[in-house]
């Protein structure tokens, strides 16, 4: 029998990714409240903060609880009267007495009765009080999750990849903080774990990956998605607040939550390493995976086809080459710093940045040579040249000589 997960804030950042591989697995979902559109699982009408109605829990393994109101933390804070811990209490009573599934709870690893943001703080609340909760033991499992990143640009992901996108100056809080990035699909993983088959004699779990400072997650962030470095302001606290509030009356900008804000720069890191054994899992590298987004694969593609059009002197090369180049670019760390725009349009002008005196220590040699190992492999030749064409090459190479000795140093 397949088992039977009920789960909250379907539709979320991390919910759908779960729905998804929850069912990829074959586990049969009950979504409490709204489910994606796309999702043909059973829908029992519920709002956070009312009773589960009856029935919903029969036969269930697990309740994974992900639904959250921002507004409620906004509004009430860590009041009695916060939607977010009325719910959370009013769900787990219903799954206790239920006398069957499992309680999941998601938290953070901003989880602190100091934290700068009520998020933190009303999610530290709710910690103590599910685990004050009577016949609680071996019942309910907390997991205090990372930095997520990866999939679709929703949440938190979503705001700091448009924000690092659109501009190669970004003022920001926090550098210096450390954050512990993980995946969304290891996130759902070990959530999965702890809902399917929990470890024994552990009810907290941390879920995040190693530490890295936000000012360094901005870099690879950037570097992997668009190709590009990024120049960062230290911003003071006061004045990022200010400007939180003043993106929400700004046009064409993303609006940006001041309570995300200080929960990134009251992060403090928590030690993972025992609890992600226990789970099982194994993190990727963050530079890895983010190589592998769809917006960082459609920057290798152009670039592939630059590049065969360079070595192979025809603008129009086959797919297959091409997918075949951008294959082998994904394992080369050096095509992470990315092409100018012009050489994109007129491969031609790769010229310019290539070195005098070639070396496989140059960014833009290997890729090259990967590019003429590729062009070869597909029997990709140039045409004969004719006397007047050389002459005509000869020239631009006289031309193009002070601008290799100034340019190739980019991809040094």
């Known amino acids: ?31 409490l409240g709204s489910p994606p559109p796309w999702a043909k699982v059973e829908a029992v009408p519920w709002r956070l ?33 916060n939607l977010n811990l009325r719910g959370a209490l009013r769900l787990a009573d219903d799954v206790l007495e239920s006398g069957g599934p499992r309680f999941v709870f998601t938290s953070t690893t901003s989880a602190r009765p100091d934290a700068l943001n009520a998020y933190g703080r009303i999610k530290y609340t709710i910690e103590e009080r599910l685990q004050a909760l009577p016949d609680n033991k071996g019942r309910i499992s907390i997991a205090r999750i990372g930095l997520v990143y990866g999939g679709p640009d929703r949440g938190q992901y979503g705001l700091i990849s448009k924000l690092v996108a659109l501009t190669p ?7 210096n903080r450390e954050l512990q990035p993980i995946h969304l699909d290891e996130v759902c993983d070990g959530l999965l774990k702890l809902a399917l088959d929990p470890p024994a004699d552990a009810d907290r779990f941390v879920l995040a990956g190693r530490p890295i400072a936000f000012g360094r997650w901005l870099r690879t962030l950037k570097r992997c998605r668009v190709g590009k470095g990024l120049v960062l302001i230290p911003v003071p606290m006061a004045f990022a607040v200010l400007a939180c509030d003043a993106t929400a009356l700004t046009p064409f900008i993303p609006t940006i939550s001041r309570e995300r804000v200080l929960g990134l720069a ?13 789970l099982g899992l194994q993190l990727r590298d963050p530079a890895a995976a983010l190589a592998e987004t769809r917006v960082a694969r459609r920057r290798r593609l152009a670039e592939s086809a630059a590049l065969l059009a360079y070595v192979a002197g025809r603008r129009r090369q086959s797919r297959g080459a091409i997918m075949r180049l951008a294959r082998g670019l994904a394992r080369d760390s ?54 007047g064409s050389i002459v005509v090459q000869m020239m631009l190479e006289v031309a193009a000589t002070p601008f290799r000795l100034l340019l190739a140093r980019i991809y040094a």
């Open 266 to 278: 009251g992060a403090t890191p928590m030690d993972s390493t025992a609890d992600l054994k226990a």
């Open 49 to 81: 903060g009312e009773s589960v109605p009856n029935g919903a829990l029969a036969a269930s393994t697990a309740v994974i609880h992900l639904g959250h109101s921002w507004a409620s933390d906004a509004g009430p804070g860590t009041a009695e009267d």
């Open 169 to 175: 100056v970004l003022p920001m809080i926090g550098l």
């Open 334 to 387: 050096a095509s992470r710093v990315a092409l100018p725009w012009f050489a994109l349009r007129w491969p031609g002008l790769l010229r310019l940045l290539e070195p005098i005196l070639p070396s496989m220590r140059h960014g833009l040699c290997r890729r090259l040579h990967l590019a003429a190992m590729v062009a070869e492999a597909e029997n990709i030749h140039r045409d004969n040249p004719s006397v």
């Open 1 to 31: 029998m397949a088992p039977r997960i009920v789960l909250t804030g379907a539709s979320g950042y991390i919910g759908t990714r779960l729905l998804e591989r929850a069912l990829r697995r074959g586990c049969e979902v009950v979504v």
